[in-house]
């Protein structure tokens, strides 16, 4: 037999290492595309309703194709997430003030 049926439990790490820095710069490319291409249209739509231009279709086709698609849906729901958070922080025209509790509350 020319080829032996060994089974190896063993993980070459450097693979591992190799795919996620793939998938993490994958990620930063696609990000950055959305955040370079803010002023446009966003007509196309990925996971969990993170919607982006077409300009960013080819940055968000490798993304998906380096990353695992449980991946892809944790760090869009962080960067929607991340986003919000900002957009509340950046609103410093607000009318709402600090929370005041009315003195009935007491």
């Known amino acids: 037999m020319a ?5 190896s439990d063993k993980i070459d790490t ?3 290492t190799k795919a996620r820095e793939a998938c993490y710069k994958a990620r930063d490319a696609f990000y950055a595309c959305l955040e370079n ?8 739509i990925a996971s969990v309703g993170l919607l982006y ?3 960013c279709k080819q940055c968000r086709n490798e993304y998906v194709k380096q990353c695992r698609s449980s991946w892809v849906k944790h760090f869009d729901r ?3 997430q991340n986003k919000r958070v ?3 922080l950046d609103d410093k ?7 005041m509790p009315s ?4």
Not at 3 to 7: L, P
Not at 93 to 99: E, I, L, N
């Open 3 to 7: 080829y032996a049926a060994v089974k």
């Open 14 to 16: 450097a693979v591992l």
């Open 53 to 55: 231009p077409l300009e």
């Open 37 to 44: 291409e803010s002023d446009k249209k966003p007509t196309e």
């Open 78 to 80: 962080q960067y929607c």
């Open 103 to 106: 003195p009935l509350q007491f």
């Open 86 to 88: 900002q957009t509340l």
């Open 93 to 99: 025209g607000s009318t709402r003030g600090p929370f």
